[in-house]
């Protein structure tokens, strides 16, 4: 009975190999090549045939070690391969030779940046949420990048979209108090989670997430009004919670300074009557109305 290997395949890591200098190979090639040409033509000169045949074959494979050049730019690395196996990659720029049965794929180094489109997601709850992101990156392994991935390019692009909806489904847009994070709110929190999260998702292509952050982020169309509502209704909320908490502070405060410094003796009707004067005045959206009381509470 055959059983099949649950073992992942080995990750392709990458070597730098260092190539042979290009201007090296040059001053050989080149003498070597004006040399069989020479030698050709006095062959038929001379009629030898025999000679002139292998002058030529000499002359082929001068020509074959030839295609052998190859230029690397700066920030781009050449990933070679003989024959399907990975032999090495070169970083170094300039103008180098290698074996001309070698395969050389250009791979860049520079940092990349892209903007994701448009995604229509739900937040954590479950209002749907237009969001983009800005990704800045790079490849780090050159192997990888190229063996481990069908293209690179697209694969980063695909998975910083799936880590953008992941974390858009996390968080909610909007929250009024500090320690619940929001996606407008937190938006230093936000980038560094979405960097984190696209990172671990690219790192089997050999790519290195620079920086990550939102640049677009709104309610869908059909629910904005609603939400913008919604959205200043609980505002409201929030501040009028606070108001009140803090006029409840002061109060208690005023009457428990005036108990201390025995300003005046207040029995409870009194305290009261300033307890709810106090919270009129506080909370209250307009100026408060002074009124002069030329007589007494009890009457």
């Known amino acids: 009975m055959i059983q099949e290997s649950t073992r992942r395949p080995a990750s392709i890591q990458e070597s730098i190999r260092r190539p042979t200098s290009g201007w090296s190979a040059l001053a050989l090639l080149v003498p070597a090549l004006l040399g069989f040409v020479a030698l050709f033509i006095a062959f038929v ?3 030898q045939p025999a000679l002139a045949v292998l002058s030529i074959l000499g002359l082929g494979l001068v020509v074959f070690l030839l295609a052998g050049f190859f ?25 180098h030779w290698a074996n001309p049965l070698l395969s050389k ?29 800005i990704v800045v990156w790079k490849v780090v392994d050159s192997a ?23 974390l858009a489904s996390r968080y909610t847009y909007d929250a009024h108090d500090d320690a619940h994070v929001s996606l407008r709110g937190h938006t230093d929190t936000v980038a560094a989670e979405l960097q984190r999260e696209i990172e671990a ?83 209250g959206e307009r100026g408060a109305t002074p009124v002069l009381n030329t007589g007494s509470i009890y009457q």
Not at 105 to 133: H, M, Q, T, W, Y
Not at 211 to 218: K, Q, V
């Open 144 to 166: 990888q990048a190229v063996f481990q991935v069908d293209d690179y390019r697209e694969y980063v692009r695909v998975q910083s979209e799936a880590a953008l909806r992941n």
């Open 45 to 47: 000169v001379e009629v």
């Open 71 to 95: 230029v690397v730019n700066p920030n781009q690395a050449k990933v070679l391969q003989l024959f399907g196996d990975y032999v090495g990659s070169v970083r170094q720029a300039g103008f």
């Open 201 to 283: 998702r690219v790192r089997l292509a050999g790519v290195d997430v620079v920086e990550a952050r939102i640049s677009h982020l709104a309610y869908a169309p059909e629910i904005a009004q609603a939400m913008l509502q919604r959205q200043q209704a609980s505002a409201i909320i929030a501040a009028r919670t606070r108001i009140v908490e803090g006029a409840v502070g002061m109060v208690e405060m005023a009457l428990d300074r005036i108990a201390r410094q025995g300003i005046v003796t207040l029995d409870e009707e009194r305290k009261a009557a300033m307890v709810s004067n106090l919270l009129v005045v506080l909370c």
């Open 105 to 133: 794929k250009a791979v860049s180094l520079r940092v990349v940046s892209f903007e994701s489109g448009k995604l229509k997601v739900n937040d954590l709850d479950g209002n749907p949420v237009e969001i983009a992101a």
